[in-house]
């Protein structure tokens, strides 16, 4: 099984303020010389035992540095020259140019959400067991201990499938939150990037991807995976980059250790 992890990471964050000034969020720093990038590559190497030659990062903002320190690392970095233009959809579309036929499983990582390394583990094993019984199939982790809002990407379930993603869907309907993890295999991936260029010609580019998959429901078998109760956090704000940085110094830097 070949795997290829994308890890999305082009925005700026401009609501974590001056964090942000010379560097995106994804550089920011979990410790002392261990930053976001850092903390990503461990995880989808140690636990999803994916090789450092197929992770690619999506940079943008200040893709420079982005292109330095991915190069200590051993990864691949494509730019999004577009990124103050469109959404995070966008970042997607430009995997489009690494896909290929002999990439059976393809991963979808945001840059600024740190998550616990065995919502990775699940993910994997969950998508290995169906992937045993079928195939067209995406699996997304999806919180379902969170008190919902207005600003969660929430997810409405029907029959152990996901049938719409949206901010906008009711708390109380909703099955919980998805935390910016996903799986997809060769099929589903290939559908969805064809759906995204269809949207990238008609000109509608400033929308999430969770938006473009709603239009795929009904062609691809989409999986919610329950995170069950591990931790994870969106980083958006500088309360958000502190908290980050208390779960990992209280949590997540001994599940790194050799």
Do not use: C
Request: aromatic share 10%.
């Amino acid at each position: 099984m070949k795997v290829i992890a994308f890890i999305l990471a082009a925005g700026r964050g401009k609501r974590l303020g001056s964090l942000t000034l010379d560097k995106p969020k994804v550089l920011l720093e979990l410790d002392k010389n261990f930053t976001f990038l850092d903390y990503h590559v461990a995880i989808l190497t140690r636990y999803g035992r994916i090789s450092p030659t197929n992770i690619y990062v999506v940079a943008g903002y200040k893709a420079k540095k982005v292109i330095v320190k991915a190069n200590t690392l051993g990864l691949k970095v494509i730019v999004n020259r577009s990124y103050n233009k469109h959404e995070n959809m966008y970042s997607v579309y430009v995997t489009k140019k690494v896909t290929d036929k002999d990439s059976d499983t393809f991963i979808i990582l945001n840059g600024d959400t740190i998550v616990h390394p065995k919502i990775l583990e699940i993910m994997l094993s969950g998508f290995m067991r169906v992937r045993n019984n079928t195939n067209n199939i995406a699996l997304f982790a999806i919180d379902t201990n969170k008190i919902l809002g207005e600003e969660e990407m929430k997810v409405l379930v029907r029959r152990g499938r996901i049938v719409r993603f949206g901010k906008d869907l009711s708390p109380q309907q909703a099955f919980g939150e998805y935390i910016g993890l996903s799986i997809y295999d060769n099929i589903s991936y290939r559908k969805f990037l064809n759906s995204i260029e269809d949207y990238v010609k008609r000109g509608v580019t400033y929308v999430w991807y969770e938006i473009v998959l709603n239009s795929l429901v009904s062609t691809i078998d989409m999986i919610p995976v329950d995170v069950d109760s591990l931790p994870w956090i969106e980083v958006d704000t500088p309360e958000d980059y502190a908290r980050a940085k208390a779960l990992y110094r209280d949590i997540l830097k001994d599940l790194l250790r050799p």
